[in-house]
């Protein structure tokens, strides 16, 4: 038996994304808590050591696992401000109920000081970052005023969605998404 | 050595409080995950046996072991709502520091189909309920339009501050707040 070289962190994709798919499938069935890295290792047909050669814990795997399915919502560009708000707001509901268990969420930011507490703080910034954009743009246009507090209303929205779907576990209504993007102060 | 009855769930007083003592120091010394229930009740000075008589798992007793330090936000009465609003988003994030480590929440909420969760989101529930009666209130007074969204702007205010806080582990400035109350539609 010859060792592998410890060097290539990616020599075999296909046990790569075994490891991926086994731990997407393992949160999803099990829920994050109950998803070890042993168990992800036995469905992947590898072992423990396998994944800890590409992975410093499992936070960092189970992170990179979801990180596909939490697809950046598009910037929506309607042609006024209240409804692009809207649009986005639906896809962000979309994204983060697409991660199927919040425990995932929730799990990862409990791991203290671990990379995939890192990790999944950008993936998600990254997520909300459309939000800017539009209003940005709506304040260019003069659809809202020019002091617009662009920040507290894009973490306003996603601390919203966070809340509902992760903390709540309850997935906002059109409507309820109808009333928070009615807030923004557009000009009529 | 007798056996103690079964049935009286809160028969040693000292032992109860030793144990949420016991979860609360450990919880800020080493995180929610490294907190186990062996950890709690060997700082406790008790068996492991007996924090499961009282509690069905780690996230119940953590949960109740720092609701104590939750205290709710009181509801501000200044005269003026977007006063009210401010006052009681500083209270609001105040409460939220004051869990020391983010983490607890997170980790309470990565529990899968636990009592825990279902406790800590009634907590944190109970604690947002001062900004409705606050938003109610200016309503009544013709501060606000009749038609105000209060239950998304109360969930949007409760979504920052746990985006904020315990997600980007940022505590939000004056500043913030001052502009996220500044977005109530206050009439002139």
């Known amino acids: 038996m010859t060792k592998r070289p410890r060097s290539g962190p990616r ?3 296909l ?4 490891i991926l798919s086994a731990a997407r499938d393992l949160v999803a069935e099990v829920g994050y808590d109950q998803a070890t890295v042993e ?13 800890y ?13 979801v990180a596909d399915r939490l697809a950046p919502p598009p910037v929506p560009d309607t042609g006024s401000v209240g409804e692009d708000a809207l649009e986005y707001l639906r896809g962000l509901v979309r994204t983060l109920t697409l991660l199927g ?3 995932v969420v929730a799990g990862a930011l409990a791991e203290r000081g671990e990379d995939g507490r890192m990790a ?12 800017t954009q539009l209003l940005r743009r709506g304040v260019e246009r003069g659809e809202l005023p020019a002091d617009l507090p662009v920040a507290a209303i894009v973490e306003s929205w996603a601390g919203y969605a966070l809340y509902r779907i992760v903390f709540l576990q309850e997935e906002p209504s059109d409507t309820d ?4 993007a009615g807030l923004l102060p557009v000009r009529s």
């Open 11 to 13: 020599r075999d994709p």
């Open 120 to 131: 999944l703080r950008d993936i998600l910034r990254d997520r909300f970052e459309p939000g």
């Open 101 to 103: 268990d919040p425990t």
């Open 15 to 18: 046990a790569h994304e075994a």
């Open 53 to 65: 050669r590409w992975w410093p814990n499992k936070a960092a795997v189970v992170t990179e696992a």
């Open 177 to 180: 998404l109808r009333e928070l």
């Open 39 to 51: 168990a992800i290792a036995a469905r992947a047909g590898v072992g423990k050591m396998t994944v």
